[in-house]
């Protein structure tokens, strides 16, 4: 079994960036995002240290793993506009899904 450290290191990361440009009264660009990005640079080198483990970490989820992922952004997606949240949270979960239905067809 693989584990999905390194999937919820960059599910944590991606959330920290949403709360971040949640945060922004005005729209958010390459300029305005360069010192979101300064800010969280301890996140995001933990974040993409292990990233060439995530297909490893993918092929291997179990429904265990499928579901705490889904809770981590469920639970740690927090922002100002519940439509937008809600709709990050949807899309996070079919991503999850999909790694599943993958799996379904992948392996042998």
Do not use: C, H, W
């Not at 010192?35 to 240290?49: E, G, Q």
């Not at 469920?74 to 990050?88: F, R």
């Amino acid at each position: 079994m693989v584990g999905i450290k390194e999937s919820k290191d960059v599910l944590t990361f991606i959330i920290a960036v949403l709360k971040e440009v949640d945060k922004r009264p005005k729209k958010v660009n390459a300029f305005t995002l360069i010192p979101i990005l300064l800010r969280l640079a301890p996140k995001t080198a933990k974040a993409f240290n292990g990233i060439k483990e995530l297909p490893a970490e993918f092929k291997d989820l179990d429904e265990v793993e499928r579901q705490e992922l889904i809770a981590v952004v469920k639970n740690d997606v927090s922002l100002s506009n519940e439509k937008v949240e809600d709709i990050v949270d949807k899309i996070i979960e079919v991503i999850i899904r999909l790694s599943y239905i993958l799996d379904v067809f992948t392996k042998k």
